[in-house]
């Protein structure tokens, strides 16, 4: 199976620009979503297909990367934003996710 | 407006099972696979599995093969997963979500609200 190794948490400040990293076990090419979390939430997808803005996301989220190395970047970070986040492949089955990573206010 | 409604909140004995299901509204059903995906309380999202509810094809992580069944209704349009011989390892919270079937990236755009299955005597 991939796997993805995402780092567990980052302490931010608001207003600041906050980069989230992803990195699998093998190349998935562009085969690489980013969804977010809240408390008691469904996950939402934020970033298809390693850099493609989902409709109705905030243009302050971003995404980039191919092959084994990817990133989430909000710029700047709001209040609303603090949740969790996590990577997943589909380049191949079984599809798997990252362990998340917590976004925390300094 | 696309929705995906789960049913309610189960409490289940240490060796039954639990059928949860998915109502789907508001898109073509057999037009998305529908997926499950587990998260245990406090832990991340594990994929079980999907099904194609245009030809009841499924595919399932490994893991949960001998667990999860997954069927849907195409006259319903209603998506089911069956959890059998449960134990405390199965309690958390699934959900159903689905992708697009001629779009190979296979991303997850809509996702039900969750289950909350829990295992306890």
């Known amino acids: 199976d991939t796997v993805l190794t995402q780092s567990p948490a980052l302490a931010v400040s608001l207003g600041q620009r906050v980069t989230i990293s992803c990195r699998a076990s093998?190349?998935?090419?562009?085969?690489m979503h980013w969804y977010q979390q809240k408390s008691g939430q469904q996950p939402k997808l934020l970033i298809y297909?390693?850099?493609n803005l989902e409709s109705g996301v905030p243009s302050r989220f971003s995404g980039s990367g191919s092959g084994t190395d990817f990133t989430l970047t909000i710029d700047p970070v709001e209040a609303d934003d603090i949740a969790n986040y996590y990577c997943?492949?589909?380049?191949?089955?079984?599809?798997?996710f990252g362990a998340g990573t917590k976004l925390e206010l300094k | 407006e696309v929705l995906l409604q789960q049913s309610g909140a189960e409490l289940v004995r240490p060796g039954s099972s639990v059928k949860i299901s998915c109502k789907a509204s508001?898109?073509?059903?057999?037009?998305?696979?529908m997926h499950w995906v587990k998260q245990r309380p406090e832990q991340g999202l594990v994929w079980i599995g999907r099904?194609?509810?245009?030809?009841?094809?499924?595919v399932y992580a490994e893991k949960f093969k001998s667990k999860a069944t997954l069927t849907a209704d195409k006259s319903s349009n209603t998506a089911y997963m069956q959890l059998s011989s449960l134990t405390s390892e199965d309690t958390a919270t699934y959900f159903c979500?689905?992708?697009?079937?001629?779009?190979?990236?296979?991303?997850?755009?809509?996702w039900g609200q969750g289950v909350m299955v829990t295992v306890s005597s």
């Open positions: 508001g898109y073509t059903f057999t037009d998305y696979y």
């Open positions: 297909s390693a850099s």
């Open positions: 093998k190349s998935v090419s562009t085969y």
């Open positions: 099904i194609n509810p245009a030809n009841g094809n499924t």
């Open positions: 997943q492949q589909s380049n191949e089955l079984p599809y798997t």
């Open positions: 979500t689905r992708s697009e079937t001629t779009d190979y990236y296979y991303y997850f755009d809509y």
